[in-house]
């Protein structure tokens, strides 16, 4: 069982939006540690996608936005497309473990 | 731009030792921190440990007894041993770049993975 917790699964229509939640606890996001975001398409290695919270790293397009509030963060993707049908995970740090955890991860299907 | 390379065998008898190399391109291993994070089939991902090109190192406490992660500056890589493996160290096993900015951190790049099978 994960510490941060994230849906399994969510799903959309292309040009939807959809949103995934990465729920933490006052040892992790709500200490303050920031919340990255990682995209994993099939077969493939992990890629960020967001750090910090809320940044893109050069070349992830702008329909991709992370939040924070409280002991939680939020993904958020805008105009849903197929190539975004991929496994996401959150990761942050937490102090009561002391070291760096990832959510569970969720499978985003693009309907 | 910096990308990673894993290399290492694919089948681990259990009770032997996992050893693995990431080689680093397009970039000097120097300066930065360099991380082990695995993915069992199926499941999510976890962090390993950590190495700065100085040689300090940071582990998983839940593995720290039979983890090691080195540097080798001369070739731009670095390395993992994991030792008395069972099958539950089955896993995809990842190396990447561990970016440290005023305390906050996060992985990128990563290598493409190399996945270990721990059998007999």
């Known amino acids: 069982q994960s510490v941060l917790t994230q849906p399994p699964s969510v799903s959309g229509a292309p040009g939807q939006r959809v949103t995934i939640s990465c729920t933490g606890s006052?040892?992790?996001?709500?200490?303050?540690?920031?919340v990255h975001w990682y995209q994993q398409l099939p077969g493939t290695a992990p890629k960020l996608l967001i750090y910090g919270n809320s940044n893109r790293p050069s070349g992830v397009p702008d329909r991709f936005s992370g939040s924070k509030s409280g002991t939680s963060a939020s993904l958020a993707i805008t105009g849903l497309q197929a190539e975004d049908e991929a496994d996401y995970y959150c990761?942050?740090?937490?102090?009561?473990?002391?070291?760096?955890?990832f959510g569970g991860g969720t499978k985003l299907t693009v309907l | 731009q910096v990308q990673l390379q894993e290399s290492g065998p694919g089948l681990v008898k259990p009770s032997e030792t996992l050893s693995l190399t990431c080689t680093v391109s397009g970039g000097s291993i120097s300066s930065y921190y360099w991380s082990w994070i695995r993915q069992p089939p199926g499941k999510g991902l976890e962090w390993i440990g950590y190495i700065y090109y100085s040689g300090s190192t940071n582990y998983n406490p839940s593995l720290k007894s039979r983890v090691t992660i080195s540097v080798d500056t001369s070739k731009n890589q670095f390395s993992l041993k994991l030792s008395s493996v069972t099958a539950a160290d089955t896993a995809v096993y990842y190396c990447a770049r561990f970016i440290v900015v005023k305390g906050h951190n996060w992985f990128d790049p990563w290598g493409q993975g190399t996945l270990v099978t721990v059998s007999s």
């Open positions: 990761q942050s740090y937490d102090s009561s473990l002391s070291h760096w955890v």
């Open positions: 006052s040892s992790n996001i709500g200490a303050g540690y920031d």
